[in-house]
């Protein structure tokens, strides 16, 4: 039977809950130094002057590097810009130009982290100031279109969208906003640099290897054989560690320039602004359906913040070109400069956000019409990509809702707000629908078998904490007949076959592709050995011939001749047995739109006088293709659900409109949901079959589950109490 999609627990747990998985900031190399980032204090000017007399005093003092002092970048990198957009606009010190607060202006090296951090106290900055614009309401006064979003156009059309407005009989013209969010990973941005000669080593907290191992050489002007990253375990990325930040390569400069290995961990105050966050957004919905729910038309129109250094847009939008059979329709795109530090990727970035503004919207349009807010999504379903006029390769939408409903107990919801109630408190039910695309990239693989009959696979990928160790181990061990206990799969080394960014919910679609091939052409390997020595009972076979079962080859015809692979390889006698295998994506996407779909349900109750809300029970029922682990793959949905909650009851950063500092840059005040804030999690995935996507026919699972949730809360909050609340996070003052 196979090993695919059984719950079997993490192949790496036993090193995480012994302390024996270590983590970048927990490698320690002869003779490392400590490094602290500097940071600015001003939002717009330039630095004047750095006075590092008072910070030489402290012991054990190394450097002190500045735009003053910094080595010199090649002509092509000196700017900061690497290959967008995983490598972003970097600040290098290489001007003394400030564009944001807390942008890195110097790094402080020393023999103790505890000196570092004096010396760097120590340090007196001079700036001249200019013009910042840090008010959204003031940014918005001058707006520019992005060159693209995900590679599609930033703006889209089909249908005339104004005749299909006025076509309606019910009409919704509202703005919904989402706040700045950062993340907060338990593991903060961490790199320890070491030279050896003209070779450098760097043990880096990221989402993509591969990815720092080229952007840090092109910016240092080396090759890319001469760097070798190493990322073994990584505590949480969530987005912002799948590009290559400022701190990465200044740690690279400051080990070269000092003379030996450095460490530089980010403080917690500085994950907010150097290494992206999520954008606040505006978006003005319009719907007009007729009056039985048919929609006539929909836009939807986006502005978000980027920086004055590069632009980055949060893709909202998308979501709604595809999800519901509207036959008119507009999206746009547009930016907003501030001189805030750039966004970046955060889970499920644009469908996040997105979907909130478009099912909050049709939760205000059913109620308008007096229809079933399910019922409407299914009056309005897209039997086929209604943007890209393609067949989806897979969709199980409708049994998510049907399903969903059930299990939820949606039946038993009053549709008049403020008509259910348990006691003191207002109960309310809400729904929103959950999506979010489907993509694979090349990957590459190596599989390797010993006489013990043990496998290594390896492939120079990374795990965020999702399961990818447990799961390519699955893969492995059912594509090539072994018990899964024998075999060992091995990432985080940028010397290992290629591999993509962790980002985008690729990883499984991906590198299990290339794994799967990698195992499966061991086994066709071991099957020719076989066949050409006079000495094995499968002498003479094909492949077709023979089967596989348990760590065994064996005829099929006769299934009494067989021989274990182990003892194939023994008598082979050159060693283990290895094949490297590359997997790519086809045509595929030429042919189907390519997406993971579900339906989020959820309770809440709301003290009508304090007007705290708790969540009590969310479900939520899903249609990705082929669950490969039951256990992680629920894990990561429900993880998923209870970012949904943050989003959309807690996550806030707020900055400061003198200065743009972030005031509660911490996790003190930066609120996230915890144990007393999640209750029944309710998680189900369909069986689904998916012919298209990839051979193993799996969805990437990574960020679906936070799509949606923000929306289903707000209309379980209008349900209950009666009153909208369009701008997140819904906080006590917004009910009260």
């Not at 807390?102 to 007196?124: F, K, M, Y």
């Not at 709604?320 to 746009?332: D, F, G, I, K, V």
């Not at 009053?414 to 993509?439: E, I």
């Not at 091995?490 to 592709?513: H, I, Q, W, Y």
């Amino acid at each position: 039977m196979s090993i695919l999609g059984k719950p079997i627990n993490r192949t790496d747990g036993w090193a995480k809950v012994s302390g024996a998985a270590r983590y970048a900031a927990e490698h320690t190399l002869p003779g490392m130094a400590h490094a602290v980032l500097v940071t600015s204090t001003i939002p717009s000017g330039r630095v004047l002057r750095i006075d590092a007399g008072s910070a030489e005093q402290v012991p054990g003092l190394l450097l002190v590097m500045t735009h003053q002092n910094a080595p010199r970048l090649p002509d092509e990198t000196r700017s900061g810009k690497v290959q967008p957009p995983i490598g972003r606009v970097l600040s290098l010190l290489q001007d003394d130009q400030v564009h944001y607060n807390n942008q890195p202006i110097g790094v402080v090296v020393a023999d103790t982290l505890e000196h570092a951090r004096e010396a760097a106290a120590r340090l007196s900055v001079e700036y001249e100031t200019a013009p910042a614009v840090l008010d959204f309401d003031e940014a918005k006064e001058h707006t520019h279109p992005p060159d693209k979003v995900l590679g599609e156009p930033a703006d889209s059309a089909r249908g005339n969208l104004q005749a299909g407005l006025l076509a309606g009989s019910a009409r919704l013209d509202a703005l919904y906003t989402t706040p700045y969010e950062t993340h907060n990973p338990i593991e903060p941005h961490a790199t320890v640099a070491a030279w050896d000669g003209g070779r450098l080593t760097l043990y880096d907290s990221t989402q993509y290897i591969k990815g720092v191992q080229r952007i840090v050489a092109q910016t240092l002007g080396i090759e890319p054989d001469q760097v070798t990253v190493l990322c073994p375990f990584t505590g949480g990325g969530f987005g912002c560690k799948g590009s290559v930040w400022s701190h990465v390569v200044l740690a690279a400069m400051a080990a070269r320039q000092a003379g030996r290995p450095v460490k530089l961990v980010l403080d917690r105050n500085q994950m907010f602004g150097p290494v992206g966050t999520r954008p606040i957004t505006a978006q003005r919905m319009k719907l007009a359906a007729m009056s039985d729910g048919r929609l006539t038309a929909s836009s939807h129109d986006v502005l978000a913040y980027t920086s004055t250094i590069e632009d980055w847009i949060e893709p909202s939008a998308l979501v709604t070109r595809m999800l519901y059979a509207s036959p008119c329709q507009a999206t746009t795109h547009r930016l907003a400069r501030m001189n805030l530090g750039t966004p970046t990727f955060m889970r499920a970035p644009g469908e996040a956000t997105g979907t909130f503004a478009l099912e909050a919207a049709l939760d205000e349009l059913a109620c308008q019409l007096g229809i079933d807010p399910v019922e409407l999504r299914l009056r309005n379903y897209a039997e086929h990509d209604p943007e890209k006029n393609l067949p989806f390769s897979s969709k199980s939408l409708r049994q998510c809702y049907e399903t969903g409903a059930e299990r939820f107990g949606w039946s038993r919801r009053n549709p008049q707000p403020r008509s259910m109630r348990d006691g003191d408190k207002l109960v309310g039910y809400g729904m929103a629908t959950a999506t979010y695309p489907t993509r694979r990239s090349p990957a590459g693989a190596s599989a390797a078998i010993d006489e013990e009959g043990h496998v290594r696979a390896r492939s120079a990928t990374q795990d965020l904490g999702t399961g990818t160790y447990t799961v390519m181990t699955q893969v492995a061990a059912d594509a090539l007949g072994v018990p899964v206990a024998l075999v060992r799969f091995e990432l985080g080394d940028s010397r290992m076959p290629e591999a993509p960014v962790s980002g985008g919910s690729t990883t499984v679609a991906s590198v299990s592709s290339a794994v799967h091939a990698a195992a499966t052409a061991l086994r066709m390997k071991l099957i020719w050995i076989a066949s050409a020595d006079a000495r094995s009972p499968l002498h003479g076979a094909i492949p077709d011939q023979v089967g596989v079962e348990d760590g065994w080859l064996y005829l099929k015809s006769e299934p009494a001749k067989r021989e274990r692979m182990s003892s194939i390889v023994k008598r082979h006698g050159k060693g283990p047995v290895e094949v490297t295998a590359d997997a790519a994506p086809g045509h595929e996407k030429e042919h189907y739109s390519m997406h993971a779909f579900g339906a989020v349900f959820v309770e809440v109750r709301v003290d009508e006088v304090l007007g705290e809300i708790r969540v009590p029970r969310v479900t939520g029922v899903y249609g990705v293709g082929r669950l490969l682990n039951q256990k992680t793959g629920y894990s990561q949905l429900m993880g998923g659900i209870v970012w949904g909650m943050g989003m959309a009851l807690f996550e806030q950063t707020v900055y400061d409109k003198r200065n743009g500092r972030a005031v509660n840059g911490n996790l003190a005040e930066y609120h996230v949901p915890v144990n007393a804030d999640v209750a029944q999690i309710d998680v189900l995935v369909v069986d689904e079959d998916e012919p298209h996507a990839n051979p193993l026919g799996a969805k990437g699972i990574g960020e679906i589950g936070i799509t949606g949730v923000a929306a289903a809360l707000a209309n379980a909050v209008y349900h209950a109490t009666g009153k909208r609340i369009r701008h997140l996070p819904i906080t006590l003052d917004k009910l009260l």
